[in-house]
C-alpha cells in the first residue's frame, strides 16, 4: 500500500475515533450542575459512572493522540525533497515511459488479436472438415 493511500486510511481511522468519541461523550455523561448554587435535580439514566467516564474519556484522548502522530509521522515521509523544476523533471520522465510502454502495448495487443484471427480460421477449418466429411464415390 502506498503511503497516500496509508495517510488516507489513517486520517479515516482519526475521523472514526473522533466521532466515536464525540457520541460518547454526548451520550454517556450525566448531567452537571449549571452553577453551584443549583443542584442537579435528575439522573441520566444512560450516564456512565463517572470514574468509568473519566476513563474513557482519557483513552479516547490516547486514541486521538496516538492516530494523530501516526498521521503526522506518514506525513513526515511523503517524499518532498524535489523542488519545482525536479517534480516536472520526473513528470516528464514518466510520460515519456508511459509513452513507450503505451506503444509496446498496443504492439503486442495487436500480435494477440493476430494470433487469435489465426487460430479462429484455424478452428474455421478444422469445423468445416469435420461438418463436411468428403461423401465416398458412388458405384456406378
Known sequence: MDRITQLHDAIDRLLTIMQHSVYYLTERTDFLPFRPDVPVTQKYERADPKEEFEANQKELAEDLIE??????????????????????????????????????????????RQLRDEINETLERVLKSVEAPEEPAANG
Do not use: C, H, W
Open 67 to 112: 492516530q494523530a502522530k501516526k498521521i503526522e509521522e506518514l506525513i513526515d515521509s511523503l517524499p518532498v525533497d524535489m523542488d519545482e523544476d525536479g517534480q516536472l523533471e520526473r513528470f516528464e520522465e514518466l510520460q515519456e515511459e508511459l509513452v513507450a510502454v503505451n506503444e509496446e502495448y498496443v504492439t503486442v495487443l495487436a500480435e494477440a
